[in-house]
């Protein structure tokens, strides 16, 4: 009966799926093709810049899932059950993805400056360096010639890891890693709808997701290093590794609660049974994940300002000048604060409506802490939303998460919504708050 339960999901849920990945793929291929259009305007330089900022969002969400589908393995929770086909179908986007972040980077680094026209300067100074000819400023060594004598030293003691050839065995090993992680997963549950359950199976996947989250913590290490903080070559922060991955969790866990709200939306009844028990253990978990993120965020901030150095101040300096300030505003209030209250109201989080709103907009705000991140590395304390180069990042933001999704949709319709076989499918979430249990004398 609930093999049969699950398969008429997905048969309902179908032609939903399959009308949004449709959508999805419009949006990339016209956001996409507005991005080549405005970086013919702009100039081919701020469009890989815009490629690679927008790849950030979707890329998250691709190892957000691999990294949620090994923790629900190791705690064996049933939102584990309810969201492991959406994690596995996240995590079957790595091939792509990782084709993806190699035309990026072969652009970004060989033909960064296509237009004979767009020679802006080179740009170097305490805040920041930015490069004219390379998308990473450390790959560029005239400009790191050029640089003013401390900056140089700081530069060239780094070179010997930052330097194109081991950028790139760094990024292939750790695609192939997280592939192969995901393959391995991805076979147990393949081994699971075909064998049924079994502890065996269960202790597999247990063997591989334990050493999978440390392997995870390392290789992003190095590729938040690599990728983003490598931007600004002079900086550095020992939390910022710890809240580029911790991002990814929470991206991913409130995309995963989005799609179990809109897939079931109108298909199942989400106010009464499982389903609204499901929903508070997901607001829940997005509320604990939004308080650790503003505490490793406000670590770093700490950090810095407590040993007010100068590798590490520029950071802040340029996030708080020339308009970003208002972007730092709405982080601290649209990723923090607002989701923060919301969430401790206990009706938002048994309300679909109401958990697919606050995952969405908590996603919206994860993608302008991203550009927060990395936008002022090309322009410190110099902010201009109205301007063609903004657009062209909106435009490229979207072009690649919608891609993405589509990707993740036509996965997603692979196999069932539902495990067939997880043992968990036969249990009911374990709470303890009065609205979710009956008591007795209650109705009297």
């Not at 109108?266 to 997005?286: P, Q, V, Y």
């Not at 304390?381 to 690649?400: I, K």
């Amino acid at each position: 009966m609930a093999a049969e339960t699950n398969s008429n999901l997905l048969e309902q849920a179908k032609p939903r799926i399959n009308a949004m990945a449709a959508t999805a793929l419009t949006v990339a291929l016209v956001a996409l093709g507005a991005t080549v259009a405005l970086g013919l305007v702009v100039g081919t330089g701020p469009m890989f810049r815009s490629l690679l900022i927008g790849y950030m969002m979707p890329f998250g969400l691709a190892m957000g899932s691999l990294v949620l589908l090994m923790i629900q393995w190791c705690t064996a929770g049933y939102w584990g059950y309810v969201l492991r086909s959406p994690l596995e179908a996240g995590t079957r986007t790595l091939p792509v993805w990782g084709l993806v972040f190699a035309l990026i980077a072969l652009g970004g680094l060989t033909i960064f400056n296509l237009r004979p026209d767009y020679h802006p300067e080179n740009h170097h100074e305490e805040l920041n360096v930015v490069s004219s000819e390379k998308l990473w400023p450390w790959a560029d060594h005239e400009l790191v010639e050029h640089l003013h004598h401390h900056e140089k030293l700081v530069v060239e003691e780094k070179l010997g890891y930052l330097n194109v050839r081991f950028f790139a065995v760094r990024a292939a090993i750790a695609f192939s890693i997280w592939i192969v992680l995901a393959l391995l997963l991805n076979r147990v549950a393949r081994r699971e709808e075909a064998e049924g359950t079994s502890q065996k199976l269960r202790d597999l996947a247990m063997q591989y997701s334990g050493p999978g989250i440390v392997i995870y913590s390392i290789t992003m290490l190095f590729i938040s290093t690599d990728w983003s903080m490598s931007l600004q070559p002079i900086w550095y922060s020992s939390m910022f590794p710890v809240i580029f991955g911790f991002g990814q969790l929470l991206g991913a866990l409130c995309l995963n609660a989005l799609v179990y709200v809109m897939l079931r939306s109108g298909i199942e009844d989400l106010s009464t049974g499982r389903n609204k028990k499901l929903m508070r253990d997901l607001g829940s978990l997005i509320l604990g994940f939004v308080v650790f993120w503003t505490y490793i965020s406000f670590s770093q901030y700490l950090l810095i300002w407590s040993t007010n150095l100068k590798e590490e101040v520029p950071f802040f300096i340029a996030r708080t000048n020339g308009g970003w300030e208002y972007v730092t505003a709405a982080l601290v209030f649209g990723q923090f604060v607002i989701p923060f209250f919301v969430l401790l109201l206990r009706d938002v989080s048994r309300s679909g409506k109401w958990l697919a709103r606050v995952a969405g907009f908590i996603l919206v705000m994860r993608f302008i802490d991203l550009y927060w991140q990395m936008k002022p590395a090309f322009r410190p304390g110099d902010f201009n939303f109205f301007s063609l180069e903004t657009v062209m990042d909106l435009a490229a933001g979207a072009g690649l998460f919608s891609l993405w999704l589509f990707v993740f949709l036509r996965q997603l319709v692979r196999f069932e919504l539902l495990p067939v076989n997880d043992y968990r499918k036969a249990t009911e979430p374990v709470h303890t708050v009065s609205d979710d249990v009956e008591v007795a004398g209650s109705h009297g």
